[in-house]
C-alpha cells in the first residue's frame, strides 16, 4: 500500500527545495570568483535533493514493514513493533533495543489553510494506516 500526498501538494513539498535552488543557481551565475561558484553549485545541489525527496514524501506498507521517507531521511519499521499511530500523523515504535521511538509522517500532515479535498485525502490515508498497523497486531 503505497500513501502519499495529492499530486499538488507533493509539487508543495518539493518548492522547499527548489525555491532555494533556483537562487542558489542565481547567485552562482552572478558570482565573480570561483570558490563562490562552487559553494552556490554545492548549494544547489543539496537544495535539489531536498526538492527531490520532498516530492517523494510518503509512505509505503508492505506485508511486515513500513517505509517512511522523510525531508531528510528513509526509516523502514517493521510491522511487528509499532505500538500506534498518532494524531500528530507520526509512528509509535520501539526498535530491537527496547528504546521508544517516534517517527513523524510529514507527508500525511494536515494544515489549517489546506484545501478540504487535500486534507480528506490525508485523513483517509491516516486511517487506512491505522488499520495496517491494527492488523499487524491481531
Not at 517505509?67 to 507520526?90: K, Q
Amino acid at each position: 500500500m503505497q500513501l502519499s500526498p495529492t499530486p499538488l501538494n507533493r509539487l508543495a513539498n518539493s518548492c522547499l527545495g527548489v525555491v532555494p535552488a533556483v537562487a542558489g543557481i542565481a547567485y552562482a551565475v552572478q558570482a565573480d570568483r570561483g570558490v563562490l561558484r562552487l559553494a552556490a553549485g554545492l548549494v544547489v545541489i543539496a537544495f535539489a535533493v531536498l526538492a527531490v525527496r520532498g516530492y517523494r514524501l510518503g509512505v509505503t506498507c508492505e506485508h511486515v514493514r513500513m517505509t517512511v521517507r522523510g525531508y531528510l531521511r528513509t526509516r523502514v519499521i517493521d510491522r511487528e513493533r509499532i505500538s500506534e499511530i498518532t494524531d500528530f500523523p507520526a509512528v509509535r515504535w520501539t526498535d530491537r533495543t527496547g528504546r521508544k521511538r517516534w517517527t513523524p509522517l510529514l507527508a500525511l500532515r494536515t494544515s489549517p489553510g489546506e484545501f478540504p479535498a487535500i486534507r480528506l485525502h490525508k485523513e483517509r490515508a491516516v486511517s487506512r494506516l491505522r488499520r495496517w498497523a491494527q492488523r499487524g497486531r491481531s
